[in-house]
C-alpha cells in the first residue's frame, strides 16, 4: 500500500467545517483512497472512501485531486463528538487486505 | 443494522492463563479479521478469515495465539499461558463479499489486561 503523510493534529471550532488534508503522492492507480477515525476508547470506523471522483455521504466529503496525489475529508460542521484521530490509508481494494493505519490526524474540535 | 458485537469488552487475567476472545460479525459478512492495538499505537494485523477458505494466519505473534470461525460467523481468538505483553485492545472487524468494495467495519474491542 502507497505511503501517506498527515498532520499529526489539528483544532477546529465547533460547527465550523474541518479540512483534514492526506498526501499520498506514489499511489498507483488502482488504490483507493480510505479514511477511518477512531476516538478514544473505541473501534476505528469506516468514514468515507473513494478512486478519483470525489464523494460524499452522511458523515463526510472527500475531496481528491486530479492527479490523485492528495486528497481532503472534510467534516462539513464539525461537532465535539468528531474529536477522534483520522487515518488515511491508500490499499487496494481487495478482500484480505489487512489495515495498516499510520500516525493519522488528531482532531480536537474546540467549543 | 446491528455492527460488530465483541466480548467480553474487558478482561482482566492472571499471566499463565487462557483466555478466549469472541467476536460477532454483522451479518452476512463473509470476511472477518483480528487485530490488537496496543496503547498508542496502530492497529496489528493478526489473522483473516474469508468465506471457507483457509485463514490467513501471517500475523499470529505465536503459537499461543489460535482462532476459529465456526459456521462462517461467530469468532473466537484464543491465547493460551498469557503474557503481560499481550495486554491490548483485540478489535475485530467484518466486511461484506469480496465481490463488492471491501470496507471493513469494526467492533468496540476488547481490553485484555495480563497482570
Known amino acids: 500500500d502507497a505511503k501517506t503523510t498527515q498532520p499529526p493534529s489539528m483544532d477546529c471550532a465547533e460547527g465550523r467545517a474541518a479540512n483534514l488534508p492526506c498526501n499520498h503522492s506514489?499511489?498507483?492507480?488502482?488504490?483507493?483512497v480510505y479514511w477511518y477515525r477512531q476516538i478514544h476508547s473505541q473501534g476505528p470506523q469506516y468514514i468515507i472512501h473513494?478512486?478519483?471522483n470525489n464523494e460524499t455521504n452522511e458523515m463526510a466529503s472527500l475531496i481528491i485531486t486530479e492527479d490523485r496525489k492528495s486528497s481532503t475529508l472534510i467534516l462539513p460542521h464539525a461537532t465535539l463528538r468528531d474529536t477522534a484521530v483520522y487515518y488515511c490509508i491508500v490499499r487496494v481494494n481487495n478482500a484480505g487486505n489487512m489495515l495498516t493505519f499510520g500516525g493519522g490526524t488528531r482532531l480536537m474540535v474546540k467549543p | 443494522g446491528a455492527g460488530v458485537s465483541q466480548s467480553p469488552s474487558n478482561k482482566v487475567t492472571e499471566k499463565g492463563k487462557d483466555v478466549e476472545l469472541r467476536c460477532d460479525p454483522i451479518s452476512g459478512h463473509t470476511a472477518l479479521y483480528w487485530y490488537r492495538q496496543s496503547l498508542g499505537q496502530g492497529l496489528e494485523f493478526l489473522i483473516y478469515?474469508?468465506?471457507?477458505?483457509?485463514?490467513?494466519k501471517s500475523g499470529l505473534p505465536s503459537d499461543r495465539f489460535s482462532a476459529e470461525r465456526t459456521g462462517g460467523s461467530v469468532s473466537t481468538l484464543t491465547i493460551q499461558r498469557t503474557q503481560q505483553e499481550d495486554s491490548a485492545v483485540y478489535l475485530c472487524a467484518s466486511s461484506p463479499d469480496r465481490a463488492t468494495q471491501e470496507t471493513q467495519y469494526f467492533g468496540p474491542g476488547t481490553r485484555l489486561l495480563v497482570l
Open positions: 506514489t499511489i498507483s492507480g488502482n488504490e483507493y
Open positions: 473513494g478512486l478519483k
Open positions: 478469515f474469508q468465506g471457507n477458505s483457509a485463514p490467513d
